[in-house]
């Protein structure tokens, strides 16, 4: 497997040859201390996001695949958690989309029984949820944090530049059944583009979406880093100040 470019890899463990697929542990204000797995090829997506900090899609997929095998990932984290480090979530995210991993939730399975100690986070963009075997996979993750950038076909198309097949519809709906069939936490998460996903329509299509996905929260995001496209606008705390009034009475922070 190739070394993986990520923002938040700065401690030894990202660079140690002998935990290839674990990085951090990163702290976070939402996670805590948390201990990264990426299961993929630098760069495979659904997706291929302006904002994203890991670059252009180099591989741009919704075909899923067991890209590492899962021994190597399980022998990674019983090694790594063996010595039972002081960590608030084990976290799937990295540099690609962690449910195109076909051996998700062999691995999430394993951590709930092996080490049931550490809550278990996913990261996702949220574009294979239509998919009952995925959703079927995460059932017993503690916290999911799937996206939803654009709530309209252009902003989705203009921020997310997904893989061919691959619909906001079909995401919105994913995410409706998800949440049907998981009981846990979900938080979503929606980067703000200016001039893109912040019109009174954007925000109108956002609301009838979260109202039938029904999270728990719902964080709006924005540049705070370097990007990969020199087209993306920071938002202002004033124009994330009004998105929450607009939004409101949905719980937004």
Same mark, same amino acid.
């Given at each position: 497997m190739p070394g993986y470019i990520h923002e938040q890899r700065k401690s030894p463990l990202s660079t140690a040859t002998r935990y290839p697929h674990l990085f951090g542990p990163v702290s976070s204000r939402r996670l805590g201390r948390s201990l990264g797995v990426d299961l993929l090829p630098y760069k495979t997506c659904s997706l291929d996001c302006v904002?994203?900090?890991?670059?252009?899609t180099t591989h741009l997929t919704a075909t899923r695949a067991t890209f590492v095998p899962v021994e190597t990932i399980l022998a990674e984290l019983d090694q790594y958690l063996g010595d039972k480090p002081d960590l608030d979530y084990v976290t799937f995210?990295?540099?690609?989309?962690?449910?195109?991993?076909?051996?998700?939730?062999?691995?999430?399975?394993?951590?709930?029984s092996k080490h049931p100690r550490y809550r278990v986070a996913v990261l996702s963009n949220g574009t294979l949820f239509?998919?009952?075997?995925?959703? !079927?996979?995460?059932?017993? +993750?503690?916290? $999911?944090?799937?996206?939803?950038?654009?709530s309209t076909p252009e902003s989705f198309q203009a921020i997310d530049r997904p893989v061919h097949g691959i619909t906001v519809q079909q995401v919105v709906e994913g995410l409706v059944a998800r949440r049907e069939e998981y009981q846990g936490p979900m938080v979503?998460?929606?980067?703000?583009?200016?001039?893109?996903?912040?019109?009174?329509?954007?925000?109108?299509?956002?609301?009838?979406?979260?109202? !039938?996905?029904?999270?728990? +929260?719902?964080? $709006?995001?924005?540049?705070?880093?370097?990007?990969?496209?020199?087209t993306v606008p920071v938002a202002s705390d004033e124009l994330l100040a009004l998105l929450v009034q607009a939004l409101a009475p949905l719980p937004v922070f």
């Open positions: 904002y994203c900090e890991c670059g252009p995210s990295g540099s690609g989309e962690p449910t195109l991993y076909a051996g998700l939730g062999r691995i999430i399975e394993h951590l709930k239509s998919d009952p075997e995925v959703r !079927r996979e995460v059932l017993r +993750a503690d916290l $999911l944090v799937p996206s939803l950038d654009g979503l998460e929606v980067f703000i583009v200016p001039g893109v996903n912040d019109t009174n329509r954007e925000m109108e299509a956002l609301r009838k979406a979260a109202e !039938r996905i029904r999270p728990d +929260a719902i964080q $709006l995001n924005r540049l705070d880093r370097p990007s990969p496209s020199d």
